[in-house]
């Protein structure tokens, strides 16, 4: 690789670190770094980030990156940033925290995130056709929150924004929101003029809609060049461009290559998150979604979740404890039937995001018999995920949405055996890429927009995102699935009576 470049650089703001890559046009790595900071938990549910942490962080990877890279700073063309969501901060005229952050998993708004859902506002249409839920993670309800109980903070903030708008506006000096974080967590109705100051208004939030920044810029967007401070504090040259990021799950599409119509971006780990482009706006009952230009200009994403998934591959192994490791646990189950002799497992141990979002629905295991080792159940847990995947998958096919193509990504790709599962039980091929950093890879192709290098996010990620290998489903296998699926989606109403009633009580 030439030392010249053009290089780019994608900037990933996660929840324990915030890291940095240096990417050729290929989306080839030439190097990471990153720099962790802290959370600190004040009360229980609360979650709280220093953004100047952050900032130091942005600093210190970037630097480190540029120099393990071996590259000249002059070669770099463009950068873009990629952050958690609805990590929310208050700030003073200069930008200033004027207290902690409160990052996405911080839950105090509970009591503020059910009036915003009585307040019955249309803008709610867009998660479950009207049914919600609204989370305590998003925004709004934090900002109300904020309000009722901090007001001097409220009132002395000149910007209420996220983790996002706070990096780019001490990158450029702009102060700016990505249409990503708007579309999805702030009820930004793009087709619907915009930001909806009626639910502010009902909520007696007015006053929000001047903290929030005015401008909404489309991801790889220039927002602006590098201000001499912050170049100094990169060690980077002054104007370079800062395209415009967005949420880390969502630019994890693009650095997968989830960029056309039909395509669906399956993002694993503790849970699952089921993220798909379509042609045609929809709302309605079980999914998430559609938000209008939320990735790409033109296309609506629909959202989907499972709450526990690794998770639960994780309790179990680490409920047989002693040298039981994933591998033995693979080579136990690999050879057993589809089904596991008769053994049904809802994955639903904290509760369904996705299509039921009942959170007091419990994980369960059904047909247990002595006939019964690790290895069945084990088998068991992921074909039970598998079948939760497939039912979100099903209720987007009910409103309309066709995956026709799957890139997964995380860490169910670290075992065959759950990889094939999956692609066997949705009946649909998987593909994975080379570059398992999607984020960082997603900003990086965002960055490479902003630069010049190619003329639209689709194309930048068709010629930077590589496909390593891909998973084709067995059709026997498939259909050997099916009766097992159908029990499956029959557990949830027959299980609710049970556990419901328990799991309410306080």
Not at 88 to 110: F, H, K, T, Y
Not at 176 to 194: K, M, P, Q, T
Not at 218 to 228: D, E, S, Y
């Amino acid at each position: 690789m030439s030392a010249d470049g053009p290089y780019v650089i994608g900037i990933d703001g996660g929840t324990e670190s915030l890291r940095a890559g240096v990417f050729d046009l290929q989306g080839r790595p030439l190097a990471f770094a990153a720099t962790p900071y802290r959370t600190a938990f004040p009360q229980p549910g609360w979650a709280e980030q220093n953004p100047a942490d952050w900032w130091a962080a942005v600093g210190s990877s970037v630097r480190q990156a540029v120099r393990e890279a071996g590259i000249s700073p002059g070669a770099v063309s463009a950068l873009a940033v990629d952050t958690t969501c609805c990590s929310v901060v208050a700030l003073d005229a200069e930008g200033q925290a004027l207290r902690p952050a409160l990052i996405w998993m911080d839950v105090r708004s509970a009591a503020e995130a059910e009036s915003v859902v009585a307040s019955g506002d249309a803008a709610l249409k867009i998660n479950g056709g009207g049914a919600g839920p609204v989370s305590a993670e998003w925004m709004v309800p934090k900002a109300l929150w904020l309000q009722r109980n901090e007001p001097d903070v409220f009132e002395r903030a000149a910007t209420i924004c996220e983790y996002q708008d706070y990096l780019n506006f001490h990158l450029t000096g702009r102060r700016v929101a990505s249409i990503n974080n708007a579309a999805i967590r702030w009820h930004y109705l793009a087709e619907d003029g915009g930001f909806q100051p009626g639910l502010l208004e009902k909520l007696g939030l007015g006053a929000l809609l001047a903290k929030w920044p005015s401008e909404v810029v489309p991801l790889g967007q220039v927002i602006g060049g590098l201000t001499a401070q912050a170049a100094g504090h990169l060690g980077l040259p002054a104007k370079l461009p800062v395209a415009q990021g967005g949420a880390d799950a969502f630019i994890g599409m693009i650095g997968l290559g989830v960029v056309r119509p039909g395509s669906l971006a399956f993002l694993t780990g503790s849970s699952h998150l089921q993220l798909g482009l379509s042609e045609k706006p929809f709302h309605g009952a079980g999914v998430w979604g559609t938000y209008a230009d939320a990735v790409i200009p033109g296309l609506h994403v629909v959202e989907g979740g499972q709450t526990s998934t690794g998770s639960v591959v994780k309790w179990f192994r680490d409920l047989l404890g002693g040298d039981v490791t994933y591998d033995l646990l693979n080579a136990e189950a690999r050879d057993l039937p589809p089904g596991s002799e008769g053994l049904i497992v809802q994955d639903h141990f904290q509760g369904n995001r996705t299509p039921h979002t009942d959170p007091l629905s419990r994980g369960a295991f059904a047909g247990l018999s002595l006939k019964h080792g690790r290895g069945h159940m084990f088998r068991a847990i992921i074909e039970g995920i598998a079948f939760g995947s497939e039912l979100i998958l099903e209720t987007m096919r009910g409103r309309g949405f066709e995956p026709r193509e799957i890139v997964i990504a995380g860490g169910a790709t670290r075992s065959d055996l759950w990889l094939q599962i999956h692609a066997d039980v949705s009946n649909v091929p998987l593909k994975l890429t080379k570059v398992p950093d999607a984020p960082s890879l997603g900003s990086a192709i965002l960055a490479a927009v902003a630069a010049g290098h190619f003329p639209d996010i689709a194309t930048a990620a068709e010629a930077m995102v590589a496909v390593e290998r891909v998973v084709e489903p067995d059709r026997q296998a498939h259909e050997a699935y099916q009766p097992f699926y159908e029990a499956y989606k029959r557990a949830y109403p027959a299980l609710s009576s049970v556990t419901g009633p328990l799991t309410a009580r306080p």
